[in-house]
């Protein structure tokens, strides 16, 4: 998972891009994280949010890139 992970990251901006979301709703989306005000240290996180199960429900919106995504 890790490696696909990565593969996944390493992605082009513009296809990355096709998942982005600020939509907390979406099962699966790329989204971007911080908080200045409250952190003494920044911490930004760029993150996949990806519901698996069951598997027969959300599989189908996992991104279709990296092919080593899907299974």
Do not use: Q
Not at 20 to 48: A, C, F, G, M, V
């Amino acid at each position: 998972m890790l490696g696909v992970a990565d593969e996944f990251f390493h992605l082009p901006v513009e296809e990355k891009m096709k998942l982005y979301s600020n939509d907390p709703s979406k099962t699966t989306r790329l989204s971007t994280s911080s908080n200045p005000p409250k952190e003494k240290i920044h911490n930004w996180r760029d993150y996949l949010r990806i519901h698996c199960h069951p598997l027969d429900k959300y599989a189908k919106e996992w991104p279709t890139n990296p092919p080593s995504f899907r299974f």
